[in-house]
């Protein structure tokens, strides 16, 4: 299978050694209640890849921090959020390391409803507030300003390498600029019935 990367398309067609990568990591979640002032959270999460990506070695590593409060209102229950997401990029197609996070298992991107852009070679700060003007009923509106990591890697879209005759993920060229998208995401949840929950 031909591999998706940011080297020349010839040095690819050559390149027809296994993929095999290790992920390791480590996340940490805090809650904390304050008298009037409210609850309040913070997740943190971290990996690091190693292995070979074909015939380069493969070194790469994502992060990503969020923390969200939700005060003491007792009108629509206000949560605010607020997160950054980063996943390592390859600022070099010539040496003999490959450095693109690669977000192993495909998934739709939760935070985005149209899923444009993967973990790989990615940079997303996002602002989120959660509502629920009834117990059954839920609003969320999220504001992403969303950045390629490093110029000389490319722009990464896929649902993932889920069998053997498709890589799964396409790279786009980006001319040299970071700059990827700013946008505004708005759901409504309502849960009909006990039985049925709600869904965006």
Known sequence: VLKEDNRPLLLRQSDRHNIRIGTFGLDYIVVGTFPRVGRWDFMAWGAIQNGCWGALKHRANSATAEIGWQPPFPWWHPWLRAGALMG????????????????????????????????????DYTGQAILHPTAKLQLRAAIHKVKLHGSKDLWYQGTGAFENSSFG???????????????????????LTRQLPGDD
């Open 88 to 123: 390592s990029a390859d600022g070099n197609s010539e040496d003999d390391i490959h450095a693109t996070f690669f977000q192993m298992l495909p998934s739709q991107q939760r935070y985005a409803s149209i899923p444009f852009y993967t973990m790989q070679n990615i940079e």
């Open 169 to 191: 993920y396409v790279g786009l060229g980006d001319s040299g600029h970071r700059g990827l998208a700013n946008f505004i995401d708005i759901s409504l949840q309502y849960q």
